[in-house]
């Protein structure tokens, strides 16, 4: 599957767990829901993503991706350190230019 190279480089930043690199894709002001908590801003965001890497050790494998306009899903078979491993997950985006303004996590 093809896809674009910010969604590409998202996940390629996660498996390589590089935390910042990862942040980098999100906008100044974003905002991420996941296990009912919320981020807000870049660097709430990046140490979100350190601790979580630090905890499950995941690794993305995309399996879908859909976008229409500014709005796009991307479904991934997410693998690590916790119960249920590997589980299929659905990331809502929202997506300003080349850069996630907003991201939901679901199952």
């Not at 896809?3 to 390629?12: D, Q, R, T, V």
């Not at 995941?58 to 899903?73: E, F, R, W």
Request: aromatic residues 8%.
């Amino acid at each position: 599957m093809k896809l674009p190279e910010n969604i590409a480089g998202f996940s390629k930043a996660q498996n390589d767990q590089d935390s910042t690199a990862l942040a980098n894709y999100f906008t100044e002001h974003a905002t991420v829901s996941d296990e009912g908590s919320s981020y807000s801003g870049r660097q709430e965001i990046e140490g979100w993503i350190q601790e979580a890497t630090e905890k499950y050790n995941m690794q993305l494998t995309p399996i879908d991706y859909i976008q229409t306009g500014s709005k796009a899903k991307l479904t991934l078979e997410v693998s690590g350190r916790f119960l249920g491993s590997p589980l299929v997950m659905k990331y809502h985006l929202e997506l300003d230019a080349s850069l996630i303004c907003s991201l939901q996590i679901t199952d």
